[in-house]
């Protein structure tokens, strides 16, 4: 951890892209720069909140907390959603009368699709938000466990890896950001690990 009483020479270390100062042991330094503690703590607050009460980082902990289990839930249910027709190869290819390797052309369109949303699912949520881009995620999800459950043909299983391949997306590559504009630098490495485990519950 850093202290702000630095001599010049590791005062411009700080210019490293990725750098942040997160422990201030001058108070007086602190203050006079304008940046916010957590109460009680040395702990420089990063990024600093603003004064808009709706800034996700000004939420309360039980709010955090909520949006965050929300979040870990989604992941490990639409990365199981993805994942668990592996052991059901045998099964699935008496089903739909198809061999091993046409199963697996669905299991590879379904991971292309997987590419394609998490390609798309940044610039998307930031033209409309996360929460949107979440709530179709989710849809296409449900919508995909429909065409798999609803109708037993290799086409159907095919619509199921394309529209659940484009619903896993997001939360491989959106949930990290959401985490980070939820919490604190000092605070997302744990989040981000619950998550991790979370995704890997899923899968």
Not at 19 to 26: E, F, H, L, S, W
Not at 99 to 113: C, D, G, H, K, V
Request: charged share 15%.
């Amino acid at each position: 951890m850093f202290n702000l009483e630095l001599d010049k020479t590791v005062k411009n270390d700080y210019a490293i892209p990725g750098t942040a100062v997160i422990i201030g042991k001058d108070v007086d330094e602190v203050d006079q720069l304008g940046l916010l503690r957590k109460k009680g703590t040395d702990i420089i607050l990063d990024p600093q909140p603003s004064s808009d009460p709706n800034d996700p980082l000004n939420w309360s902990m039980p709010r955090k907390l909520l949006h965050f289990f929300l979040l870990c839930f989604i992941a490990a249910t639409v990365a199981a959603a993805s994942a668990f027709n592996g052991p059901l190869y045998t099964e699935m290819a008496l089903v739909y009368g198809v061999s091993y390797s046409e199963l697996n052309t669905a299991t590879a369109i379904q991971f292309l699709f997987v590419a394609i949303g998490c390609y798309f699912s940044q610039p998307l949520a930031n033209k409309f938000g996360r929460r949107p881009v979440y709530l179709v995620s989710v849809m296409l999800s449900i919508i995909a466990s429909l065409c798999f459950g609803l109708k037993l043909t290799q086409g159907a299983n095919y619509a199921y890896s394309i529209l659940n391949g484009l619903s896993v997306g997001p939360v491989d590559s959106l949930v990290e950001v959401s985490i980070c504009d939820v919490f604190f630098l000092h605070e997302q490495g744990s989040y981000l690990a619950i998550y991790a485990l979370a995704l890997g519950i899923g899968t």
